[in-house]
């Protein structure tokens, strides 16, 4: 491999779907004092403000809020919490196999909550005392009933031709969107499949194992797939890390990638939406913890970098910068630095590129992940020369730049200068606990602007 893979823009903005932190301190706060509606409603604020008074009645009790293909019901009374989904009806034929399945799926998949049937339907339920409804278990619960719903609904309906109680409100990508999917698609894909053959012609299987998932997941993060394509991607990452020799899982890897690039355009695009979403299936990222996820990274490619193994650089950073991204919230700045490091490092020599991911690496661990003074100057000139070179573009900083601008809509200046003023003093004392904490709520407030 003689350069560094493209950086593919996102065809289009991921539903930002986050849990306001604050609101759940505040969850847990009227749950210790007794004040379990209250706390209920304070839960349901965290998941998103307007829910309320979109799903909810006026004393926010019940709610009825869709979640892709499943509609999530919640009753609080005096006594008790109750919360359900339809989720899929049975079939004539093959019924029984997939109850076979479901009672596996309630001991391996569901937490709390369990299927029950009725009559030709099935749902999830979960019912507790008022007393036992503390915020984070209830949101445990109703994020594990969305990702059940989520993942499971697309295979069951194919494998045993279930139906669905509730088809979700999508919106389709644009022609436009699906052929910039498709091109990246098979851009990346080829560019990767060329690379696996070649390290593999060198006996170095772990580098063509690394651009395969690498690809994976860097087409998860600019296509963000739903539907049954996203369970296929899962299973092929799943069956790449099998207990197996390297050899066969680079294969696994490659026929898949086969398969994904044969697939049309038309049967692609079935799977290339937005959908209604009541919580975030991606767990949330914190830069704490993706420093110590980069730990054992880090030393590996500091020593490779002395060794000027500029393949290996480039390839684990590359993988494990997608994987973060296809699979985690990033915040809003650790996401600026990681896909403007991606970018820059684009289609350039591997040693070049290397340099360009490992002082981004070295900014992660060392929690300098706040952009340098000029880069705002340094992107525009960027734009200007490539104008013309949509690839070349850097979607990262105009997404932040939108962000703010309607952030600066929803807040007054005094608002802005007060917080920055409050994140800067945090900085400087070193509460890092502080300064995340502030720059969450930023993010809350641009969210929600973004959403009006």
Not at 355 to 384: H, Q, S
Not at 437 to 443: I, Y
């Amino acid at each position: 491999m003689k350069l560094s893979f493209p950086y593919v823009p996102p065809a289009s903005t991921s539903q930002l779907v986050y849990t306001d932190g604050e609101l759940m301190e505040q969850a847990v706060e009227a749950y210790e004092s007794g004040d379990y509606a209250g706390s209920l409603r304070l839960l349901i604020d965290a998941l998103d403000y307007d829910f309320r008074e979109r799903y909810g009645n006026e004393d926010g009790t019940k709610y009825t809020i869709p979640h892709g293909s499943i509609v999530v019901k919640i009753d609080l009374t005096a006594e008790q919490l109750h919360i359900s989904a339809d989720f899929l009806r049975l079939p004539e034929k093959g019924r029984v196999a997939m109850l076979r399945k479901i009672a596996e799926m309630n001991i391996a998949n569901l937490m709390l909550a369990r299927f029950v049937k009725n009559g030709d339907y099935l749902k999830m339920e979960y019912t507790c005392p008022a007393t036992d409804t503390h915020p984070h278990k209830i949101h445990a619960v109703l994020y594990n009933m969305c990702a059940i719903g989520d993942k499971y609904d697309d295979e069951l309906c194919t494998r045993f031709n279930a139906t669905r109680c509730y088809e979700p409100k999508v919106e389709p990508y644009t022609a436009e969107q699906v052929d910039a999917v498709y091109d990246g698609l098979h851009t990346i894909g080829c560019l990767a499949l060329d690379a696996a053959s070649e390290y593999c012609s060198q006996r170095r299987y772990v580098y063509a194992w690394t651009m395969l998932c690498g690809a994976l997941y860097q087409f998860s993060f600019f296509a963000n797939p739903q539907g049954q394509l996203v369970n296929d991607i899962e299973k092929a990452v799943e069956a790449m890390n099998d207990e197996r020799p390297l050899e066969e899982l680079v294969m696994r890897g490659k026929s898949f990638l086969e398969k994904l690039l044969a697939m049309p355009k038309e049967e692609l695009a079935k799977d290339l939406y937005a959908v209604e979403m009541m919580v975030s299936i991606k767990s949330q990222a914190t830069l704490p913890g993706v420093q110590e996820d980069f730990e054992s990274l880090h030393e590996g490619v500091s020593e490779a970098l002395e060794r000027r193994d500029y393949d290996q650089v480039v390839a684990r950073i590359y993988y494990s910068f997608y994987q973060l991204l296809a699979d985690e919230n990033v915040p809003m700045m650790l996401e600026y630095l990681i896909i403007t490091a991606l970018r820059q490092s684009a289609k350039l020599p591997l040693k070049e590129a290397a340099e360009i991911l490992a002082k981004a690496l070295d900014k992660i661990m060392n929690g300098d992940i706040e952009p340098e003074e000029g880069d705002d100057d340094a992107n525009d000139e960027d734009e200007e020369n490539d104008a013309d070179d949509e690839e070349a573009t850097n979607e990262a900083y105009a997404n932040v730049v939108a962000a703010h601008q309607k952030m600066a809509e929803a807040m007054s200046g005094e608002m802005i200068v007060e917080m920055q003023r409050k994140m800067e003093e945090a900085l400087k004392a070193g509460n890092v606990a502080e300064y995340m904490r502030l720059a969450t709520e930023l993010q809350m407030i641009m969210f929600s602007a973004m959403g009006s």
